[in-house]
């Protein structure tokens, strides 16, 4: 007998978590599939060493559930991914989520019956599931991937990416260590490792600017206070067009004095973390010339920490300015490289040229090595719902649709042609501290699927109007930017850029979060007028 429940959610992350809880709350028989063996998504992947949040535990965290916010503590400002891991099974014990979840289910298809109007989903292993809604909370990062060197599969030692880390851990101690790859991942191994390894090759392609942070304990009183505080916390993270409960800054840092620009970022940069990039000044991510002085300040901290003068020449990004790339949170990245058996290795002006058995080659150099780790990132939005087949009506993938009509969504909730499917941060959903739209599209898709039942709507389908709309919003917002011009020098993988062949496209929402929400309630207030299906086949399919 086929297995049938109301809604079908993929991934027990932070989305599945929060769409589980809140669609249990309506009444809708939920059922939550993952291919790993426990819960937290990207947090139970992601066990690298040096892993942790760029965002402080006041606001990486769900703040729908008192028992949740009484009973949790956090230890550290910027928790640590086995600490983030721990937070999630918490959740998923204390809203008693697992009777729910089922773990080591990897989907391998989804497919849409028109006549039932149903999701059919296809498990590894097992029988088929059928629900009315589809629902993916699979992530945005999780399709890891591997550069295209070769040779890559030849080498005899130990490879590891840091997004497929072992459970038990690798022994480096003492051992020869390349890197591949320095975004937010890598930047964080490297503190980390650096000094229990013998030899350490890092190989660098694009220096990143790194916002470097101390990570403090979190004491009981500044528990007390995220417990007394909390709404009003959320609320300003939801209000910040990034979704970090910060102030954003209010004046241009072409506006002030050489002394006074130096004494705002001086103070920032103290601060840490993220509160570099949003409160020093509010053009940084929108005006060239603005990104620059940020950029020049970064390049001076590091002349200052890094001894040796040309390795902090290297580690300074020149081809691009501040903002270019996601702008990663380090805790003694450039310190780690005064480290004698520290090497940086550059290799945009020599490429590697092979992965051998035994090392990496650059140009003609060989760099003999026991373990090497791939820090390359992801093929970012997209990648985990293309990889498998989710079939729309007239038999079409979501793959099929947006390599034939470019990226297309309705606010990254639905997409035409795919009636009844949602997605947790789809693509051309916020840059942001994404726990925020996590949580805030969970409530979203709550009082979304609660209407449907009471207003006796079968089938949401996200117009194709709507899609153009959002499709040119998402450019529009985006391209006024220096993510655009700085992002398309630097790779970034928000444009798609940093896997070949990968169409460019902005892959999220530039235009701030407290925006995207305004356009979600306007959804709401509608009635949801633009995802009651026209239904049409869009033509670029049906020919
Ligand atoms: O991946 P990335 P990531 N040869 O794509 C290099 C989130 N995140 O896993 O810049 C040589 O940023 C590539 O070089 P280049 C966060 O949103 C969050 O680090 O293309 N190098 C680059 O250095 C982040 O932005 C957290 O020249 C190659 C690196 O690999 C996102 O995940 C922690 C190469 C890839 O960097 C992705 O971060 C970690 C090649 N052929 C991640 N191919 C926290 O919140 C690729 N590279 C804490």
Wanted: glycine residues 10%; negative net charge.
């Amino acid at each position: 007998m086929t297995e049938t429940h109301d809604a079908i959610v993929i991934g027990a992350g932070f989305s599945g978590l929060a769409i589980l809880h809140h669609l249990r709350e309506i009444g809708l028989d939920t059922v939550v599939l993952d291919a790993q063996d426990g819960v937290g998504g990207t947090w139970l992947a992601n066990r690298y060493p040096g892993v942790r949040t760029d965002s402080e535990y006041s606001y990486y965290s769900f703040s729908f559930s008192k028992e949740v916010r009484e009973e949790w503590t956090w230890t550290q400002r910027y928790p640590a991914g086995a600490e983030v891991l721990a937070y999630l099974n918490f959740v998923a014990d204390r809203l008693d989520l697992r009777r729910d979840i089922r773990l080591e289910t990897r989907v391998e298809s989804a497919v849409y019956d028109e006549a039932a109007n149903t999701w059919t989903v296809y498990v590894d292993g097992g029988a088929p599931l059928v629900a009315k809604y589809l629902i993916s909370g699979m992530g945005v990062l999780s399709q890891a991937i591997y550069p295209d060197i070769p040779g890559i599969d030849s080498f005899a030692g130990e490879k590891h990416h840091t997004a497929h880390w072992p459970r038990d851990g690798v022994d480096l101690a003492g051992k020869r260590v390349g890197l591949i790859g320095l975004g937010a991942s890598g930047i964080q191994l490297v503190p980390e490792i650096g000094p229990q390894v013998g030899e350490f090759v890092v190989f660098q392609r694009t220096p990143n600017f790194i916002v470097e942070s101390t990570n403090d304990a979190v004491t009981a009183e500044d528990m007390a206070w995220l417990r007394d505080n909390y709404d009003a916390i959320y609320e300003k993270a939801a209000n910040h067009p990034f979704g970090v409960a910060m102030e954003p800054a209010q004046f241009s840092a072409l506006e002030v004095s050489d002394e006074r620009r130096r004494e705002i970022f001086e103070g920032k940069w103290n601060e840490g973390g993220f509160h570099f990039a949003n409160e020093c000044f509010n053009d940084l991510a929108t005006n060239h010339a603005a990104s620059e002085l940020a950029s020049e300040f970064i390049r001076a901290k590091i002349r200052e920490i890094v001894r040796d003068p040309a390795t902090a020449d290297l580690l300074s990004p020149k081809t691009y300015s501040f903002n270019g790339k996601r702008v990663p949170t380090g805790h003694g990245y450039y310190e780690a490289f005064n480290l004698d058996h520290v090497r940086l290795v550059d290799t945009a002006t020599t490429p590697i040229t092979a992965i051998t058995p035994t090392g990496v080659r650059v140009g003609d150099t060989e760099y003999e090595l026991d373990v090497l780790i791939f820090a390359t990132g992801f093929d970012a939005m997209t990648g985990t719902l293309t990889n498998i087949d989710i079939v729309g009506r007239e038999g079409i993938t979501l793959r099929d649709r947006w390599e034939r009509d470019g990226l297309r969504s309705h606010l990254g909730i639905g997409v035409h042609g795919f009636p009844n499917f949602f997605m947790s941060l789809g693509p051309q959903t916020p840059y942001s501290n994404l726990v925020v739209p996590i949580q805030l599209g969970a409530q979203w898709l709550q009082r979304a699927l609660r209407w449907a039942r009471e207003n006796d709507v079968d089938v949401f389908e996200a117009s194709l109007e709507s899609e153009d709309w959002w499709a040119e919003e998402t450019a529009r917002t985006g391209k006024a930017t220096v993510m655009y011009t700085e992002g398309k020098k630097a790779k970034a993988w928000f444009l798609g850029e940093n896997v070949p062949g990968k169409p460019e496209a902005f892959l999220v929402y530039m235009g701030g979060g407290q925006v995207y929400q305004h356009y979600c309630r306007e959804l709401e207030e509608s009635g949801y007028a633009s995802m009651l299906a026209e239904r049409r086949v869009p033509e670029a399919l049906s020919s």
